[in-house]
């Protein structure tokens, strides 16, 4: 069965805070692919990061990063420096091969100015 | 590029009528993906197209609902009749795949639908 977990209903911080966002997949196939998109007060839904599961290099883009680690099966997403722009839902999905997504039911975060 | 372009923005309709939702997927891309969301449920896969062709309509919630892709531009998702129980965020996605590989998907604004 294809699962992903995300633990944090709902993540509240202050300005300038860092923040992680968990991440837990299950999946048996050895080829899949890893997202997280974000959903900002206004509704879209916004692609933010994809990754295989072949590629285990941890990602930087500015004020976010990703860290993907198979041992634990878990794309934990830190968000640096927060802002208040940063408040969203925020969804992990797996894709197992070329199948749709599967979303987390995803984390709300808050950041308090 | 565009984007994902969906229609209406938002629909408010009344039970027992038939809603139309359209979308427009980006060009080139091969794949489209009708989502709903709700509170309850959150985002959940309805139907999936590869190269216009229904791949699994195993989420479509029962035969009130359909989709068609008539071709690559293009796509529509029926209600009818609607229910006031199928008020949500309908969203549409689309994205490029091929073989075993997989590119992310691009979601449009979405469509809130209100049934009264």
């Known amino acids: 069965a294809q699962k992903v977990t995300q633990a944090q209903t709902e993540i509240s911080v202050v300005e300038k805070e860092d923040v992680t966002l968990d991440c837990v997949y299950e999946?048996?196939?050895?080829?899949?692919?890893l997202f997280w998109y974000k959903q900002p007060p206004s509704g879209e839904l916004v692609f933010l990061i994809r990754r295989n599961s072949f590629d285990e290099q941890n990602e930087i883009s500015g004020r976010y990063s990703w860290n993907f680690q198979k041992s634990t099966s878990s794309f934990n997403f830190t968000i640096t420096a927060s802002q208040v722009v940063d408040s969203a839902v925020y969804f992990c999905?797996?894709?197992?091969?070329?199948?749709?997504?599967?979303f987390g039911k995803g984390t709300r975060l808050s950041v308090i100015a | 590029d565009a984007g994902v372009i969906q229609s209406p923005r938002h629909e408010v309709t009344e039970m027992g009528q038939e809603v139309t939702l359209r979308c427009k997927p980006i060009?080139?891309?091969?794949?489209l993906f009708w989502y709903r969301q709700t509170m309850m449920r959150g985002l959940e896969l309805l139907i999936y197209f590869n190269n216009n062709v229904p791949i699994d309509d195993s989420g479509m919630p029962e035969d009130r609902f359909s989709a068609k892709m008539p071709n690559a531009s293009f796509s529509t998702l029926k209600i009818q009749p609607s229910e006031p129980r199928d008020s949500a965020v309908y969203f549409c996605?689309?994205?490029?795949?091929?073989?075993?590989?997989?590119?992310?998907?691009?979601f449009g604004p979405g469509t809130r639908l209100t049934v009264t």
């Open positions: 060009s080139g891309h091969n794949s």
């Open positions: 999946t048996r196939d050895t080829t899949y692919y």
């Open positions: 999905a797996l894709m197992p091969g070329n199948t749709p997504l599967v």
């Open positions: 996605a689309s994205s490029w795949a091929s073989g075993r590989s997989s590119y992310e998907q691009y």
